[in-house]
């Protein structure tokens, strides 16, 4: 499912309505015209996008530190093979549903991107590591 990140006009002032000001979800309802489930629907909504905004800051930040690791070639072999895995299975998630959206947003997964990034570093490491071994 794509999920924009922006929070909606409605969402913010669902969110605020509710932390800020100490409604309930029944006075929010009332406030804007739409049922106490639909209030209730939106805050949570809200919070889920607040919490992928947070993540997804959280990992581009942690995407810009380098750290050096030592493998074995076997090493490298298994975490390709995981990292293929991983990728297949996101792959084929958004071709079962045939949704543009949901590949606009794989394309914008920190995560689906990392993995991508590090098969090719680890798949041209092993090329490497085995001219030398030669």
């Known amino acids: 499912m794509h999920i924009n990140m922006e929070l909606t006009p409605q969402e913010q002032k669902v969110l605020s309505l509710y932390s800020m000001d100490g409604l309930t979800f029944a006075k929010i309802a009332e406030t804007l015209g739409i049922s106490r489930s639909r209030a209730s629907q939106i805050y949570h909504n809200a919070l889920g996008k607040q919490d992928l905004m947070r993540r997804q800051e959280f990992y581009l930040e942690q995407n810009q530190k380098n750290v050096s690791v030592t493998l074995k070639l076997g090493e490298v072999v298994v975490l390709q093979r995981i990292l293929n895995e991983y990728l297949k299975l996101k792959m084929n998630a ?14 914008k997964d920190v995560d689906f991107n990392t993995a991508k990034t590090l098969q090719k570093q680890m798949k041209a490491e092993e090329k490497i590591w085995r001219r030398q071994m030669k």
């Open 94 to 107: 958004i071709r079962n549903t045939k949704n543009n959206s949901d590949w606009e947003a794989l394309q």
